[in-house]
């Protein structure tokens, strides 16, 4: 009775804190950021003149500052504020901890009190704890693509905007403010960057750095190459815009090519747990081996990992770079 109080108030808990994560704090955040933004701006005309720095948005703020500055001083929550930077979610280190150890007790507590097994209460921690850890991964890949997706786009409107007559920055400012995010947002921060005083070239490094594709070194590299030799950049950026354009034709072939195989995977992956939810309505006394006996759970345990295994070769296989 006692455990099952202590799940009912850790999982309420966990439930209000996502909430307040996923919908208040991020407003708080923003007029945070945008206060500190406004003062940063105020005083930048004061500053030393000579000194090498860049206004930068700050970054949002914590509801535990001892945590986030704690964890900002080792490398992985360098590694980590850098991922959430990539994945354009407007949250801190100090949070995604937070709710990675909420979700790794709750999961941990929930799985205990149903199954009464030590070990996959531990196992159910441990996926708990990289949850959000993936779930940022999961954002900042989408938000990759969707930028290798529209970055030919903004490469046209680069071309078009230095055919015009206007200056590189100034074309960098029109794609900032004509093409929706990520592109536009991405670029938006390099021409604030150089436009605050960061010189070009280490603005466009940054680019590649938070967006690191190859076609963004092309783009990088060649407008480096072009201002310390000349050359034509409109049609430079032109010919990068055809090149991607056709390599995504390609990929969209490769893919379409290797569906059969996808397909397959995730058949062979889901068929076996599929099958063992229909067996234990089925024959439920013949199901119950398999967690109650030794032999049954190192069963289990080998069955996962083959089946992980065999999911991650398959997906090796149907992988092709482009």
């Not at 070990?119 to 996926?127: Q, S, T």
Request: net charge neutral; proline share 4%.
């Amino acid at each position: 009775m006692l455990l099952s109080i202590i799940v009912f108030f850790l999982v309420s808990g966990a439930v209000v804190g996502v909430y307040y994560a996923l919908v208040h704090r991020p407003e708080h955040q923003a007029e945070r950021q945008f206060e500190q933004r406004l003062k940063d701006l105020s005083t930048f005309e004061s500053e030393d003149p000579g000194a090498p720095s860049v206004v930068k948005s700050a970054a949002p703020a914590s509801a535990l500052p001892g945590l986030d500055r704690f964890v900002g001083g080792t490398n992985a929550g360098s590694s980590l504020a850098h991922l959430i930077d990539q994945a354009g979610v407007n949250t801190n280190p100090a949070a995604v901890i937070t709710m990675s150890v909420g979700a790794a007790a709750a999961l941990g507590l929930l799985t205990l009190l149903f199954s009464h097994m030590l070990l996959a209460a531990a196992a159910a921690a441990l996926i708990g704890m990289t949850l959000p850890i993936v779930w940022l991964r999961i954002k900042y890949h989408k938000r990759l693509r969707r930028f290798e997706e529209q970055f030919p786009e903004a490469l046209d409107l680069l071309s078009r905007a230095i055919r015009a007559g206007h200056a590189f920055q100034t074309a960098m400012g029109m794609v900032a403010d004509e093409l929706p995010q990520p592109v536009g947002t991405e670029f938006k921060k390099s021409f604030e960057q150089q436009n605050y005083g960061l010189p070009l070239k280490e603005a466009l490094n940054g680019l590649s750095e938070r967006m690191p594709l190859m076609d963004v070194r092309f783009f990088v590299t060649a407008v480096a190459i072009q201002r310390e030799t000349g050359g034509n950049l409109a049609e430079i950026l032109d010919n990068l815009a055809h090149v991607v354009r056709e390599r995504f034709k390609i990929l969209r072939q490769v893919r379409v090519h290797t569906a059969h195989g996808r397909f397959t995977g995730y058949v062979l992956l889901g068929l076996p747990a599929s099958l063992a939810v229909a067996l234990t309505f089925i024959n439920p006394e013949h199901m119950n081996l398999l967690f109650t006996e030794h032999m049954g759970q190192m069963m289990i345990l080998g069955a996962i990992v083959m089946q992980f295994a065999g999911f991650l070769w398959i997906k090796k296989i149907i992988k092709i770079e482009v």
